[in-house]
């Protein structure tokens, strides 16, 4: 294979800093393929780089563009170019020129935020066994004008957390120990995913660490590979499945199965957003639902439907649709009044008395469950829970330095704390750096000292996760005589803004219809499909939660 690199020239040339022979040298490798046009933002986001020694590398991977000449205008950027062989190849091309001891791979459409490439060496000074380090980055949406912070704490367990999804996103955010390609290349078999299959081999065989810095942006347009989901969803899956052979262990392989139903899921609900909005769908679309999720296939064709009935509904007059009705060519949103077939719901009486314990878990437990894994970060150093730790144990892990549980008597032998939150003045101030009461302030009569409590002994930047019922059936046994209140998101806000005055306040409301009705008729968890749970309905506030932050 010949390559030719150009040498570098004098025009419009980077501004000078003052050189550092002692620093090692980072090189910033950008790929390049008929995206000429974003080339110099690329390189002004290096030259603002307050980390003085860099090299510049552009592949050239056969562009029919400006590429070239806009390369060559700068000094400073060398310029290597080979024919049409696809972004892994041109990545590799840059590791065999490149002279740094760490890598960058920047994309040409891409940019680096200030402090990048500062924020990422640290780590690997200070620490030479990490293969690489990753940070976070901003979507950049180009034709709809808005920009998304992508930021993912992931503080141990790398591999894992890998075979679970890209918690990386972008590339540009990776900066990577010069040996690691002594041992790994790009796999230029794969036209697309070829970044996460590299994550997934480096971390299985050597320690990676991440941070939430903002590293890089990135820029997604209509010519990003990315925009092709059915492939993409295609060959990430293929990727995953490579490292099917090297798992080990149970809880690596309950992450294999787990990161190939949230890639589906992924993939799939971005597919379905694509086809509704354009109201058509591909056959390699219809396709992919087919094999992974065929319930949006039918969905989509069913929303296509709707969309036909009510044009028809608008249009016509309403003879014409008493006609239609009574030849079964149109049928009402809701079943004619005293035609209802009520079903397993025809009853007084519910399935269970036992809140869904009986039947598989509680339907509420699934939007409580998902709120603590959602703030599960916030869930570290000295954490409060109420009779037990499960919840802090769980989602804390080894964040967690020390774990309190609180109870109102003597009766529990795991308490470490005996008293009411709700007048605890024995409980000294600033002492929690997280609380979780989930359950459990529908239950306190004075629920307005319980919060002011809970404040009082977070210490500043503490974090209270609280979650209250809305609609619920009354526990018949131990509870039922202090089961006080419902609470709705508004009542919470009003809540939260006179006890964490200046705080930051989120409010977070789930359910449905459906799930309220399962909920109180004391089905399970498994019941309900997931998809059926997701979708929210003010009206029916199943739970609401809260994170409140102490100023």
């Given at each position: 294979?010949?390559?030719?690199?150009?040498?570098?020239?004098?025009?419009?040339?980077?501004?000078?800093?003052?050189?550092?022979?002692?620093?090692?040298?980072?090189?910033?490798?950008?790929?390049?393929?008929?995206?000429?046009?974003?080339?110099?933002?690329?390189?002004?986001?290096?030259?603002?780089?307050?980390?003085?020694?860099?090299?510049?590398?552009?592949?050239?991977d056969?562009?029919?563009?400006?590429?070239?000449?806009?390369?060559?205008?700068?000094?400073g950027?060398?310029?290597?170019?080979?024919?049409?062989?696809?972004?892994?190849?041109?990545?590799?091309?840059?590791?065999?020129?490149?002279?740094?001891?760490?890598?960058?791979?920047?994309?040409?459409?891409?940019?680096?935020?200030?402090?990048?490439?500062?924020s990422?060496?640290?780590?690997?000074?200070?620490?030479?066994?990490l293969a690489?380090?990753?940070g976070?980055?901003?979507?950049?949406?180009?034709?709809?004008g808005?920009t998304?912070?992508?930021?993912?704490?992931?503080?141990s367990n790398?591999?894992?957390?890998?075979?679970?999804?890209?918690?990386?996103?972008?590339?540009?955010?990776?900066?990577?120990?010069?040996w690691?390609?002594?041992?790994?290349?790009?796999?230029?078999?794969?036209?697309?995913?070829?970044?996460?299959?590299?994550?997934?081999?480096?971390?299985?065989?050597?320690?990676?660490?991440?941070?939430?810095?903002?590293?890089?942006?990135?820029?997604?347009?209509?010519?990003?590979?990315?925009?092709?989901?059915p492939?993409?969803?295609?060959?990430?899956?293929?990727?995953?499945?490579?490292?099917?052979?090297?798992?080990?262990?149970?809880?690596?392989?309950?992450?294999?199965?787990?990161?190939?139903?949230?890639?589906?899921?992924?993939?799939?609900?971005?597919?379905?957003k694509?086809?509704?909005?354009?109201?058509?769908?591909?056959s390699?679309?219809?396709?992919?639902?087919?094999?992974?999720?065929?319930?949006?296939l039918?969905?989509?064709?069913?929303k296509k439907?709707?969309?036909?009935?009510?044009?028809?509904?608008?249009?016509?007059?309403?003879?014409?649709?008493?006609?239609?009705?009574?030849?079964?060519?149109?049928?009402?949103?809701a079943?004619?009044?005293?035609?209802?077939?009520?079903?397993?719901?025809?009853?007084?009486?519910?399935?269970?008395?036992?809140?869904?314990?009986?039947?598989?878990?509680p339907?509420?437990?699934?939007?409580?469950?998902?709120?603590?894994?959602?703030?599960?970060?916030?869930i570290?150093?000295?954490?409060?829970?109420?009779?037990?730790?499960?919840?802090?144990?769980?989602?804390?892990?080894?964040?967690?330095t020390?774990?309190?549980?609180?109870?109102?008597?003597?009766?529990n032998?795991?308490?470490?704390?005996?008293?009411?939150?709700?007048?605890?003045?024995?409980?000294?101030?600033?002492?929690f750096?997280?609380?979780?009461?989930t359950?459990?302030?529908?239950?306190?009569?004075d629920?307005?000292?319980?919060?002011?409590?809970?404040?009082?002994?977070?210490?500043?930047?503490?974090?209270?996760?609280?979650?209250?019922p809305?609609i619920?059936?009354?526990?018949?046994?131990?509870?039922g005589?202090?089961?006080?209140?419902?609470?709705?998101?508004?009542?919470?806000?009003?809540?939260?803004?006179?006890?964490?005055?200046?705080?930051?306040?989120?409010?977070?409301?789930?359910?449905?219809?459906?799930?309220?009705?399962?909920f109180?008729?004391?089905?399970?968890?498994?019941?309900?499909?997931?998809?059926?749970?997701?979708?929210?309905?003010?009206?029916?506030?199943?739970?609401?939660?809260?994170?409140?932050?102490?100023?």
């Amino acid at each position: 294979m010949v390559y030719m690199v150009q040498p570098e020239t004098k025009k419009n040339s980077q501004p000078e800093k003052a050189t550092q022979p002692e620093l090692p040298l980072v090189s910033v490798v950008i790929p390049c393929y008929n995206h000429g046009q974003y080339l110099r933002e690329a390189f002004e986001s290096i030259w603002q780089q307050d980390y003085p020694a860099i090299e510049v590398l552009v592949v050239d991977d056969g562009s029919t563009d400006n590429t070239r000449q806009v390369t060559q205008s700068v000094e400073g950027v060398r310029y290597i170019y080979q024919a049409n062989q696809g972004l892994s190849a041109a990545r590799n091309t840059g590791i065999l020129h490149a002279r740094g001891e760490f890598l960058v791979f920047l994309d040409a459409d891409d940019w680096l935020l200030p402090g990048a490439i500062s924020s990422n060496i640290q780590y690997l000074i200070q620490n030479p066994k990490l293969a690489f380090v990753s940070g976070a980055h901003d979507k950049v949406f180009e034709k709809e004008g808005y920009t998304q912070e992508e930021v993912w704490e992931v503080g141990s367990n790398h591999y894992l957390q890998l075979l679970q999804g890209n918690y990386i996103g972008m590339h540009a955010t990776v900066m990577y120990q010069r040996w690691v390609f002594n041992e790994f290349l790009y796999d230029t078999s794969l036209p697309r995913c070829e970044d996460y299959d590299l994550y997934l081999k480096v971390a299985r065989k050597h320690p990676v660490a991440h941070h939430t810095r903002k590293i890089a942006a990135y820029r997604l347009h209509s010519s990003n590979m990315s925009g092709n989901i059915p492939k993409m969803l295609e060959t990430v899956l293929e990727v995953l499945g490579r490292q099917q052979g090297l798992l080990t262990s149970p809880t690596e392989q309950a992450a294999f199965t787990k990161g190939n139903k949230i890639w589906k899921e992924y993939y799939c609900d971005l597919l379905y957003k694509k086809v509704t909005r354009e109201k058509t769908s591909s056959s390699s679309e219809a396709l992919t639902f087919l094999q992974h999720r065929p319930f949006l296939l039918v969905k989509f064709y069913l929303k296509k439907a709707a969309m036909i009935k009510s044009l028809i509904r608008k249009s016509t007059p309403a003879f014409g649709l008493r006609l239609l009705h009574k030849v079964g060519l149109y049928r009402r949103e809701a079943p004619v009044v005293g035609k209802v077939d009520m079903g397993d719901f025809g009853r007084t009486t519910p399935f269970s008395n036992q809140f869904g314990y009986d039947r598989g878990g509680p339907v509420d437990r699934y939007y409580i469950e998902n709120f603590l894994e959602k703030e599960a970060s916030t869930i570290k150093g000295r954490v409060l829970e109420i009779g037990d730790n499960e919840y802090t144990l769980h989602y804390g892990g080894k964040r967690v330095t020390k774990s309190d549980i609180l109870h109102v008597n003597d009766s529990n032998p795991i308490a470490t704390i005996i008293g009411d939150i709700s007048s605890a003045p024995h409980i000294p101030d600033n002492t929690f750096d997280c609380i979780i009461l989930t359950q459990t302030l529908h239950l306190i009569y004075d629920f307005k000292g319980a919060l002011a409590t809970c404040h009082r002994i977070l210490k500043p930047g503490g974090a209270l996760l609280l979650t209250v019922p809305y609609i619920t059936s009354i526990d018949r046994d131990e509870w039922g005589e202090t089961w006080y209140w419902s609470f709705t998101d508004k009542v919470l806000r009003k809540l939260m803004a006179e006890t964490f005055l200046g705080g930051k306040t989120e409010v977070g409301s789930f359910g449905n219809v459906l799930a309220a009705t399962a909920f109180l008729y004391g089905m399970g968890r498994s019941e309900i499909a997931t998809r059926e749970l997701d979708q929210y309905d003010p009206q029916y506030q199943v739970i609401n939660t809260v994170k409140a932050v102490k100023a």
